[in-house]
């Protein structure tokens, strides 16, 4: 979810909020003035079961000491802001969170058969059915002006440009460090997530040789899917795009 409707949620939730507790309907507020309050203070503080997380101030009201009057506290606009904050927050940590997925029964990598210049490559560990979604490739989405701003150098970023896929958005998704190197694995939370980027191992064959991959690409995510039946021991191959530029 992108930021801006991360916020439109929030504001949602936010008015829905005030609405249904500042805002009470009749039935609703009935039952809760008709609450004992079960005190001699001056107030008393309660909670509905609609709602335990909203504390509400109860009054006690005039001689009846189980008349109550609805009065609206900080608290609610205590919770409100909470969650606001919270959200931004958690806006900019999903922003930097690494996402992706690889079947790892369905792989292995190794030496690519495209020669030493081209490093390693992915490989069918056994045969894959046409159709069969091998994975989601790994990285951090970020805007092109963000994903420039990440990278050591100018020459970091061109390592890494070998890697990154341009999302239909614009967006860059990128698996590589800020030197541009690929890591093995990509670490969140120090480590407790980890996404492998097996899947940036795909090379793009020669002129000419076979393709047996298509890459699916979505506003957030790139799939990778088997073009076709693709026996073991094969190396995985998909089209970079025009540009050279995933």
Same mark, same amino acid.
């Given at each position: 979810m992108r930021r801006h409707e991360l916020l439109y949620v929030l504001c949602t939730v936010a008015v829905s909020t005030i609405q249904a507790f500042v805002l009470t309907p009749s039935a609703l507020r009935s039952s809760i003035v008709n609450t004992p309050c079960r005190t001699t203070a001056p107030s008393c503080f309660i !909670? !509905?079961?609609s709602s335990p997380w909203l504390v509400r101030q109860l009054t006690v009201g005039g001689e009846d000491p189980g008349a109550v009057t609805l009065q609206s506290t900080w608290q609610l606009v205590t919770n409100v802001g909470a969650l606001v904050v919270g959200a931004l927050v958690l806006a900019e940590v999903v922003q930097d969170? =690494?996402?992706g997925w690889v079947n790892r029964q369905l792989v292995e990598a190794g030496p690519s058969t495209l020669g030493p210049q081209a490093g390693r490559g992915l490989f069918a560990a056994r045969n894959i059915p046409r159709d069969t &979604? /091998? $994975?989601?490739? =790994? $990285? &951090? /989405?970020s805007s092109r002006a963000s994903w420039l701003g990440r990278k050591d150098s100018e020459e970091a970023a061109l390592l890494a440009r070998r890697y990154t896929w341009s999302l239909a958005t614009g967006d860059v998704l990128d698996p590589t460090l800020s030197n541009g190197e690929l890591p093995d694995t990509l670490l969140f939370f120090g480590g407790l997530l980890r996404i492998p980027t097996l899947l940036a191992l795909v090379n793009e064959p020669r002129a000419g040789m076979d393709l047996n991959v298509v890459a699916v690409v979505s506003e957030r995510d790139v799939a990778y899917v088997a073009e076709r039946d693709i026996y073991a021991g094969e190396e995985l191959m998909t089209d970079y795009g025009p540009a050279y530029d995933r």
């Open positions: !909670t !509905t079961s969170w =690494p996402r &979604v /091998i $994975g989601n490739f =790994p $990285g &951090v /989405i």
